[in-house]
């Protein structure tokens, strides 16, 4: 393959002598830079998403994350039904304390919410 | 995102599955409860975790002051009935003051009676259930104590 003609040196030195550029002023050129910066950034939503994915991507993570669900279900269920518990609990004594107290009973009492009776 | 939305459905089904669990082993000790009704004494026996014995004293206990209870329900009534009868008839303040004074008597009676029941009943069982027995049943009581005289087993 034949070499192309390579200009002398010093022919190239006296193109670069008579080039000139003269770029047209843009004053907006900052605003313009920063807008294109601005569109290339991700928003903080995908950013938060993709470290989130990038986080659970990883064994221990995804399980701790299954685990801490886990353990707010059972807490939730653990709040819920222990005050429903206590109520039932409440409910039952009141009721034995009307089968233990003849003062209830007759209804001179301060908690008339039981039947009568004996408790057996 | 496929990932996340992997670990976030197992994630949800895992709560809801602990969630199931512990509700479900709730409504067991619950239903114990329930399965009992207000005028039994197996919720004391499931509540308070008495053994056979414990449970049997504290049956005696009951089936004993069950007399005495009767006893005070009947003076009790036949007072307050005397107590209605002179209201209604207009009865002289002296004889309507007696017979107040008569009911208020037999209360403290029975006040006193029901007090030391629940004491003895939670002498009966091991210390510490027989605090929480006083704990949960005094404050159902006529006139229960709200100014720190509660009563200790």
């Known amino acids: 393959m034949a070499k192309p003609p390579a200009k002398q040196p010093d022919d190239l030195s006296r193109l670069l002598r008579t080039w000139e550029v003269d770029p047209a002023d843009d004053l907006q050129l900052a605003r313009k830079v920063w807008q294109r910066l601005a569109a290339e950034r991700p928003s903080p939503w995908r950013a938060w998403l993709d470290g989130l994915a990038r986080l659970l991507a990883q064994p221990i993570a995804a399980s701790a994350a299954v685990l801490l669900f886990a353990a707010v279900g059972a807490g939730v269920a653990e709040l819920t039904q222990a005050s429903a518990r206590e109520a039932r609990l409440e409910r039952l004594a009141a009721e034995y304390a009307h089968s233990i107290d003849p003062i209830l009973m007759h209804g001179r009492g301060t908690d008339a919410a039981a039947p009568h009776g004996h408790a057996r | ?153």
């Open chain 2, 1 to 153: 995102m496929k990932q996340i939305a992997i670990v976030l459905v197992a994630a949800l089904v895992s709560a809801v599955c602990a969630f199931w669990l512990v509700q479900r082993r709730h409504d067991a000790g619950i239903a114990a409860l329930a399965g009992t009704s207000g005028d039994d004494l197996q919720w004391i026996r499931t509540e308070f975790r008495l053994d056979d014995a414990q449970f049997a004293a504290v049956k005696k206990l009951h089936d004993d002051y069950a007399v005495v209870c009767a006893g005070h329900c009947a003076d009790i009534a036949a007072a307050t009935t005397r107590l209605q009868r002179l209201t209604s008839e207009n009865a002289a303040p002296t004889d309507l003051e007696a017979a107040r004074r008569e009911v208020a008597a037999l209360e403290e009676v029975c006040n006193t009676a029901t007090r030391a029941h629940l004491r003895r009943v939670a002498a009966a069982m091991p210390a510490e259930q027989g605090a929480r027995y006083i704990a949960l049943v005094e404050p159902h009581l006529a006139h229960s104590p709200h100014d720190g005289s509660r009563l200790t087993p």
